[in-house]
C-alpha cells in the first residue's frame, strides 16, 4: 500500500476510543486520590521536620542561656562566703587607729580582696543616707526619724550589700526614714 492508498483508505474507528471506559475511569480516580493522599503525607512530614528542627534550635538555644547562666553565676558559692570577709576586714579598718601597724596590711587586704572579686563580677551595693529605698535591693531593718532625710530613703546603711553579675547576693540592711 502506497501512502496515497493509505491516507484515502477510511480507518476502522474503535467504538471503545472515544467512548469513556468506566473501568480506566476509576483506575483514574483511585490514582488521583492516593496522589492526594501522599501529597498530604509529604506536606505533614515536611510540616513535622520544620517542627523537630525549630524545637533543636530551640533546645540549642536554651542550653546555650543556661551554660552562660552557669558560667556568669559558677563562683556564686565561693563569692557568697568570701562577703563575711569584707564585713570582718571592714569593721577591723573602723575600729583600727591611723596609727595602728595592721591597718595598713588590712587596706591592702581589703583592696587586692575586692579587685580579685570584682574582675569575677561582684560589685558593692552600698546605699547611702539619702537614697531611694529600694526593696529588690535593700532590707528594712528599722523604720527611724531622722530630721532632712525625706521619708522612705535610706536613713542609715548597718551592713552593704552584694551584686554577681548584677543579681542580688545579700541585700543592703538599712533604717529607712519614716514621715512626719
Partial sequence: MTQEQHESTPSNPDPAEGAPDAASDSVEAQLAEQ????????????AQGLLERADL???????????????????ERLLSALVPVFDALEAGL??????????????????ELARATE???????????????????????SIVEVPG???????????KGYLLNERLLRPAMVAVAKAD
Avoid: C, W, Y
Wanted: no cysteine; proline share 8%.
Fill in 119 to 141: 574582675a569575677n563580677g561582684l560589685s558593692t551595693l552600698a546605699p547611702a543616707p539619702g537614697d531611694p529605698f529600694n526593696p529588690e535591693h535593700h532590707q528594712a531593718m
Fill in 149 to 159: 532625710v525625706p521619708p522612705g530613703a535610706v536613713a542609715q546603711v548597718f551592713q
Fill in 57 to 75: 534550635e530551640n533546645q540549642r538555644k536554651r542550653l546555650a542561656r543556661e551554660i552562660e547562666s552557669a558560667r556568669r553565676f559558677a563562683n
Fill in 35 to 46: 496522589i492526594e493522599l501522599l501529597k498530604a503525607e509529604v506536606e505533614q512530614a515536611r
Fill in 94 to 111: 573602723a575600729n583600727a587607729s591611723d596609727a595602728d601597724p595592721l591597718r595598713a596590711g588590712m587596706e591592702l587586704t581589703l583592696r
